[in-house]
């Protein structure tokens, strides 16, 4: 049986988007997403849709990057984990980054280790609402 999973990507590359959903797909997920590129869109995009299950991010696109995304989300949806997937990034970076409140950095050639990442940070969500 498929999950569903709402997810904002934040990715400029139509090869990485039909990957991140291939491999959500072989991992049981029915994907509903929307693509952003930009920290306006990705704006729009959090203050519209409330019910995101996670943001995954790009480290640098040509309008954007992944320090400014996660900065956004913290801002308005700061309950919805934020996976940063990316080439090869500067360690310090990616430190800083899971420092700043990102679950996790996923590099884009292991992108079938998001879905036990995915898994672990829908648990979490659903323990932290029953606590509520």
């Known amino acids: 049986m498929n999950k569903l999973l709402?997810?904002?990507?934040?990715?400029d590359s139509e090869n990485d988007i039909s990957l991140l959903r291939r491999t959500l797909k072989k991992g049981g997920y029915n994907v509903t997403c929307e693509i952003v590129e930009t920290l306006a869109a990705m704006r729009v995009a959090l203050?519209?849709?409330?019910?995101?299950?996670i943001i995954t991010s790009d480290h640098s696109m040509p309008y954007f990057c992944a320090p400014d995304a996660l900065a956004l989300a913290k801002e308005l949806c700061p309950e919805v984990p934020f996976i940063i997937l990316s080439g090869e990034i500067d360690r310090t970076m990616v430190v800083e980054l899971i420092k700043n409140g990102a679950k996790a950095y996923i590099q884009?050639?292991?992108?079938?280790l998001i879905l036990p990442v995915i898994e672990r940070e829908l648990k979490e969500g659903e323990i932290l609402k029953s606590k509520l």
């Open 6 to 11: 709402r997810i904002l990507m934040v990715e």
């Open 47 to 53: 203050k519209t849709k409330k019910n995101w299950d």
């Open 108 to 112: 884009k050639n292991e992108m079938e």
